[in-house]
């Protein structure tokens, strides 16, 4: 059974501008599954379908409930549901993968600000191009 765990949050750019990312790790497996600026529904939809692509669909998927990243969970069951994923996102709740999933993405987000991308497109690339939750080793697509 796999379990994505989705993980929005906030990355900077050299600039200092704040860019809106997603964060795709697959809990069952402690695997970075995707990642990728998100501050459209369109960006959100390649993040998705990327990591679809990738992994096929989860079994779960949970997120850490945040106002600040609402409209990002609606957009994420809808576009989820067109692919025939029918459970719903549900709400994670404090435990081991929780802990993991936190890690993971603060590696990840550091990793990919050490690039110090100066435009939303090269800090796609950095997410693009996948970080190891572990470090900052590039995992195969």
Known sequence: MTTWHLNPTFLRLADGTYLRVLLIVD?????????GVAESDGDLEDVLRGSIAKDGLPDV?????????DDLTGSITRFLAGHGFR???EAAYLDDDL??????AR???????RTKPAT??????????????????PVGR
């Open 87 to 89: 459970p719903g996102v």
């Open 27 to 35: 809990t069952s497996r402690r695997r970075f599954v995707g990642a």
């Open 61 to 69: 998927v949970r997120h850490l409930p945040n106002h600040l990243f």
């Open 120 to 137: 939303k497109a090269e800090l796609a690339d950095a997410l693009h191009n996948g970080l190891d939750p572990v470090g900052t080793a």
């Open 107 to 113: 590696h990840i987000s550091k990793a990919a600000e």
């Open 99 to 104: 802990v993991w999933v936190l890690e993971s």
